[in-house]
């Protein structure tokens, strides 16, 4: 077998990670293109009816997937009635959790008083019952780490859907431009994945695998749903006590730190995930890996968040209308509460790899203690407040979640915190340079002056990395030159 055919799992996990990269850049690139078209024509009131329903999307796809997509991707002898026991099971799911939604859609709109929720409600709800077909072709392909396929099919599905939300929005369709996005990109993906990938169920379904695959899950789902009710509780707290253009802008800017820093991180976690559960059983060499991946993810994630920060208020200027300038500082207060959140998902995802689904729950459950009791505290502060409570609940989430990690691989806080504290330094340094040029007089030249914030910035963030020798610009370097250069196989080191 050649070079090229036998791939090592590292090798395996570095062109995961480098289509998922690529799929994450395209779907994210035109997620941010198409949310700025979008907020050119829409108001922040037509943002915030969605952001009201955010809360109860998300719960219902949680109750779809039930945690049994990570229990399925960890199983390492997974049959072909697995798959097709977890098929069967979330159509069901699926089905329960979009009668819920139907049922309860009279009730959302009482809560928020405003009507025009009830049918919203019930259209965006046929969402989840097409992301239930998904499941399991999804789990298929990141089983196999198979992202090139998942890439040429989620990017085609954003351009397509992207196009006619910005179509609708131009024509005065509103709120319901944001809906038809929401629902025709699902459906393309769904279309695309049954047309490329073989997988198909059989007419078999096993109670022992649904049982086996429910005890790790079930633990997962209930601290999903904790996790989407509390990242949603400030949507629900400001939707209800403040105007819907409040919860618009809200929405709004967490939409963008979405785009950039949750995605990013997801993506690097989900095509890691299944190679490090290969080696779940290894302390010492999942140690190892974790923390290539943090300081990949930081590497990333740090100047990312920094620059947005730095360059809010021109991008609002130059790009969306003046009624959206008042929620420039929830996006700058954002991007500070948004610096933690690579930390969090590589510790959870320890958790998750390890088995230990049940110190998850109870990291949820402690963790949403902590956000109600800020949540009571700031909330007399307006919604400034609430924005400051929220940057304190993610640095304090930070201390149990990395307790455990410290425990089972041996990989403690202290440890984490000198990984990342270079990088966040130099993009500290350099978000600062780009901030400091944005107080230039700019006269006519605001567009140049944005320019010269983009480029000095970027650029002094590469040479401090190149200065201090940082390993992650090494890695991520090695691993595009790798995919990039045809013939000559990516040398990645051994997870």
Known sequence: MSIMQKQTLGQKTATGVFWNFLELTGRQGINVLVTLLLARFLTPGDFGLVAMLSVFFAIANALMDAGFRQALIRKKDATPVDYSTMFYTNLALGLLSYGLLFISSPSIASFYKEPRLILLTRIVGVVVLINSFQFVQIVDLTRRLDFKTQFKVTVPAGVISGIVAVVMATKGFGVWSLVAQMLISPLLITISLW??????????????????????????????????????????????????????????????????????????????????????????????????????????????????????????????????????????????????????????????????????????????????????????????????????????????????????????????????????????????????IGLLPDSNASLLIFFSQVIVGGVSYILLSLVIKLEAQMQLWGLCKSRLTASQPFKADSL
């Not at 407040?385 to 304090?396: E, R």
């Open 195 to 436: 047309t490329i990938n073989s997988w198909r169920p059989s007419l078999a379904f096993s109670l022992t695998s649904f049982r086996e695959m429910f005890s790790f899950g079930s633990k997962l789902f209930l601290s999903g749903v904790l996790d989407i009710v509390f990242r949603n509780v400030y949507v629900i707290v400001i939707g209800k006590l403040f105007a819907a253009t409040v919860a618009g802008w809200y929405f709004f800017t967490t939409k963008v730190i979405e785009i950039v820093v949750g995605q990013l991180s997801g993506s690097i976690q989900k095509a890691t995930y299944p190679a490090l559960a290969s080696i779940q059983d290894d302390d010492a060499r999942l140690k190892n890996a974790y923390r290539k991946v943090i300081k990949a993810t930081v590497y990333v994630v740090f100047p990312t968040m920094t620059f947005l920060a730095a360059l809010a208020e021109p991008l609002f200027r130059l790009l969306l209308n003046p009624r959206w300038l008042p929620a420039v500082p929830y996006l700058q207060l954002l991007c500070v509460s948004a610096l933690v959140y690579p930390l969090h998902v590589v510790n959870l995802n320890i958790l998750q790899v390890k088995g230990r689904s049940d110190l998850f729950l109870y990291l949820e459950i402690l963790k949403k203690a902590i956000i109600v009791v800020v949540i009571l505290i700031s909330v007399r502060f307006g919604i400034y407040g609430l924005l400051l409570g929220q940057i304190a609940t993610s640095f304090f989430a930070y201390i149990p979640n990395s307790y455990f990690s410290a425990r089972l691989i041996n990989y403690p806080a202290k440890e984490q915190l000198m990984d990342v504290l270079p990088t966040l330094g130099i993009a500290l340094l350099s978000g600062a340079v780009m901030f400091l």
